[in-house]
């Protein structure tokens, strides 16, 4: 098993540019989660999905987008890239509740 | 103030000490998780906790859901163990989303 993956590892975007940040695990999770850590912070919810079509907002939802349309993928989409965005992404998974939590690498991304 | 409160921020050691990373949460939880993340970056998950004890080779977690605290314990430290261990809880009725600590930076000399 692979886990989580996610692409890709480190990006420079200009502001306004758009991305997307793709997450697959191959784990048949129903959960997955998509968290900011910025320095010195602990890691904010952006986006998560309980199960293929259904999406929800998390704690700093505003200038992205997710989707869920098979259980192994959610892509985070960034329309409109901004300062405030540079941060490390991450992408995680679970079966659901009170059970461990996997990670992916994360994306490193800078907004210039 | 944060829900979840790790202590202490920093910590360095020598090889061989016995080391605790404190989390406190003021919240109500169904479980609390102890993460490690190396300096590549990564996170892995060391323990998931609703009660009681675990322990996986030179790591203890523990937890006491009345005072709502946990502690992370390793024992024999080593260089290798250098790393940001955090804490992060399963909130009441969140479900399964986490919510984190700020992280606590170990560093093990040798």
């Known amino acids: 098993n692979a886990g989580v993956t996610q692409t890709p590892k480190f990006r420079i975007l200009k502001i306004g540019q758009s991305m997307t940040l793709q997450c697959t695990q191959d784990m048949n999770h129903n959960y997955m989660y998509w968290y900011r850590q910025d320095p010195g912070m602990g890691l904010k919810l952006i986006y998560y999905s309980v199960g293929a079509g259904i999406t929800d907002k998390g704690e700093v939802p505003n200038g992205y987008n997710v989707s869920r349309s098979t259980t192994e993928d959610f892509p985070l989409r960034l329309e409109l890239a901004a300062p405030s965005q540079t941060s490390v992404y991450f992408c995680?998974?679970?079966?659901?509740?009170?059970?461990?939590?996997?990670f992916g690498q994360g994306t490193r991304l800078t907004v210039v | 103030k944060n829900e979840v409160e790790q202590s202490p921020q920093n910590l360095t050691a020598q090889e061989g000490e016995f080391i605790t990373i404190n989390c406190s949460y003021s919240v109500g939880i169904s479980a609390l998780h102890w993460l490690q993340q190396h300096p590549g970056g990564g996170i892995v998950s060391l323990f998931m906790?609703?009660?009681g004890k675990k322990k996986h080779g030179r790591l203890i977690a523990t937890i006491n859901i009345q005072e709502k605290h946990s502690s992370l314990h390793i024992t024999a430290s080593h260089p290798r163990d250098s790393a940001v261990y955090i804490c992060a809880v399963e909130r009441v009725p969140s479900g399964s989303r986490l919510t984190f600590g700020e992280g606590t930076q170990l560093t093990v000399n040798p």
């Open positions: 906790l609703s009660s």
């Open positions: 995680a998974s679970n079966p659901g509740g009170r059970t461990e939590a996997f």
